[in-house]
């Protein structure tokens, strides 16, 4: 079992930064590749970033390619630094962990993960 908690959100001024963390409970955090996905107002969930269970690799939707960066840590701790933000960032941010068992797994779909945060509002005024 993994109980994941973001945070780090807030308002922000578009061309700024914030940096989300998301911490994970249970003893097996190697074991997952981890994946950010986001859920503005009025609008579909989609995918934003996705980290293989090693760090090694990632990948980005095309939205935010170029200014978000996703990473992880040894201590069970995910990130996602994002840089020169929009109004259309706006959104509520979740994490999300998926069991894998390789280091080439980057899931994109929510459906698809095995655990789900609560998520972290991220507001971008113009």
């Known amino acids: 079992q993994v109980e994941l908690v973001e945070s780090g959100g807030g308002l922000v001024q578009a061309g700024g930064s914030l940096r989300l963390s998301c911490a994970a409970s249970?003893?097996?955090?190697?074991?997952?590749?981890m994946g950010w996905f986001r859920q503005a107002p009025g609008k579909e969930r989609e995918f934003v970033a996705a980290i293989t269970r090693s760090g090694g690799s990632t990948y980005y939707a095309d939205s935010v390619k170029g200014r978000f960066t996703i990473s992880r840590d040894y201590a069970k701790n995910t990130y996602l630094q994002m840089n020169s933000l929009k109004p259309e960032d706006t959104a509520v941010y979740y994490c999300?962990?998926?069991?894998?068992?390789?280091?080439?797994?980057?899931?994109?779909?929510?459906?698809?993960?095995?655990?789900w945060g609560k998520g972290t509002l991220v507001t971008v005024s113009s």
């Open positions: 999300a962990a998926k069991i894998s068992y390789n280091n080439y797994d980057l899931p994109t779909s929510w459906d698809g993960m095995n655990y």
């Open positions: 249970g003893r097996t955090f190697s074991r997952y590749a």
